[in-house]
């Protein structure tokens, strides 16, 4: 359950109604009366339900039965699903998984921003399932099971799922979490080891093992061993994210990195680093922006929120002079070493504070762009949008994460700025999950 607290109500007698459309975290919404959400409904399907749950503006149900399904029904994957909250729409296929996505982001262009777009982009897709390389998983010793569970969160309830394989995870981490689970039942800290994060590279997978309590002698040649066993590299987090250190202080031999074969490029990243998550979708995303945008030798883009350099490096080989700016030194300083690492000597990078409006004095801001990309966070990137307008870009290109602020944000491009919405598309970065990833490009009117 989330979002505000909902009243338990005594089961109401089964009620039978045809399912209208999907929520946004992949419930069943039956309309008619007060609405009501309804995990495990679809789209077009009969079903069987009791109102379990009371909210303001809806009710929760408990699917009871499905009278007729909806053609689009499969058989999920994972035995974990419905209770392990990884995943919410396994029991969806995959083109109606990326309809509903396009549907949502459609309604929100139309909804939010009340602008029209040109055409629709084909969506991105790649392979639905191994794809995620990163991850936060939870760590929890259960004592009445007298074990230690390690996955995702579970849908509706704050406790860990007790998973034994994640399929969406990619290998060799969707086979471990048992393993784990025993590796961590093992140590003396099993009650002070709360979290792992996930980092797989293409030359090696990274664990980062959150600790409360330094792990004995013991500990470390249990948690060494697992490591060789398994070939992981092994970091433990007593504090922040700065205090992240090699098990065996080495790190283990070259830093982590991911490819853009098509750009020639090899990018290093820390465990820690954001990197998107689909490293497939991420190749085919990265091209993609090039493509739409397009710069040419002698053009000048600008890359907010670049991160390590994943979107800049790969415009820098088309000649242009390219400008990346991100809030996190530390990213930057990843982002300079992959441009040197590379032989990228028409990139450069700046640190900047991009959830204000930057000051006119922005070394960044002293040149013209002909092209501008943005990729922000959840929250969008409308502390930018004012300075983007001002540059008159030819081409702006809106890499997002979350379809309302991409709306709203797409709105004053629009509206207030003057731009047009030329084109849009779903990027299938986290299939079988509620999550919209997309694209927009506007031009100059």
């Known amino acids: 359950m989330t979002g505000a607290t909902a009243a338990r109500v005594p089961e109401r007698e089964p009620e039978c109604a045809r399912v209208d459309a999907l929520t946004h975290e992949g419930e069943g919404i039956v309309r008619g009366g007060k609405t009501v959400f309804i995990p495990g409904a679809l789209p077009g399907e009969t079903v069987r339900f009791v109102r379990a749950r009371r909210r303001r503006q809806h009710d929760e149900g408990r699917l009871l039965e499905v009278l007729e399904p909806s053609a689009e029904r499969v058989a999920p994957r994972c035995a974990h699903f419905g209770v392990c909250g990884g995943c919410l729409l396994q029991h969806l296929g995959p083109e109606a998984q990326l309809a509903a996505k396009q549907q949502e982001l459609a309604d929100n262009l139309q909804r939010l921003a009340q602008v029209q777009c040109r055409h629709w982009l084909a969506p991105l897709t790649a392979s639905v399932w191994g794809y995620r390389r990163r991850a936060r998983l939870g760590v929890k010793y259960v004592a009445k099971k007298g074990k230690v569970v390690v996955g995702f ?26 393993p784990l689970g025993a590796l961590v039942g093992a140590l003396g800290i099993r009650a002070q080891l709360p979290q792992i994060e996930v980092a797989v590279a293409d030359n090696a997978t990274a664990l980062v093992l959150r600790v409360l309590a330094a792990p004995s002698p013991t500990d470390l ?61 991420n190749r085919a995303l990265v091209a993609r922006a090039v493509q739409l945008l397009g710069p040419a030798e002698g053009d000048a883009v600008l890359d907010l929120y670049c991160g390590l350099g994943n979107f800049t ?25 992959n441009a040197a690492l590379n032989g990228i000597e028409n990139a450069q990078f700046h640190a900047a504070d991009l959830s204000h409006p930057p000051e006119p004095s922005a070394p960044w801001l002293r040149r013209n762009y002909s092209h501008v990309l943005l990729d922000p966070p959840r929250v969008g990137a409308r502390a930018m949008l004012a300075t983007v307008a001002a540059m008159r870009p030819r081409r702006v290109l ?48």
């Open 398 to 445: 809106y890499v997002s994460c979350h379809p309302g602020s991409l709306a709203r944000d797409l709105g004053m491009l629009v509206h207030e700025h003057g731009f047009v919405l030329d084109a849009a598309g779903v990027i299938d970065m986290f299939p079988h999950t509620g999550h919209v990833e997309s694209l927009a490009l506007l031009r100059a009117s």
């Open 153 to 178: 969160r579970e849908r509706h309830a704050p406790y860990v799922a007790d998973v034994q394989r994640c399929h969406v995870l990619s290998e060799p981490v969707g086979e471990l979490l048992a």
């Open 313 to 337: 490096l790969a415009l820098a080989r088309s000649g242009a002079q390219v400008v990346g700016v991100e809030g996190e030194r530390s990213l930057i300083e990843r982002a300079r070493r």
């Open 221 to 281: 040649e249990q948690l060494r061993a697992f490591g060789e066993r398994h070939r992981l590299r092994l970091y433990l987090q007593p504090g922040g994210l700065e205090t992240i250190a090699p098990l065996d202080g080495d790190g283990g031999g070259e830093p982590l990195h991911y490819t853009l074969p098509e750009f020639g490029l090899r990018l290093e990243f820390a465990p820690s680093d954001f990197v998107q998550i689909n490293a497939a979708i």
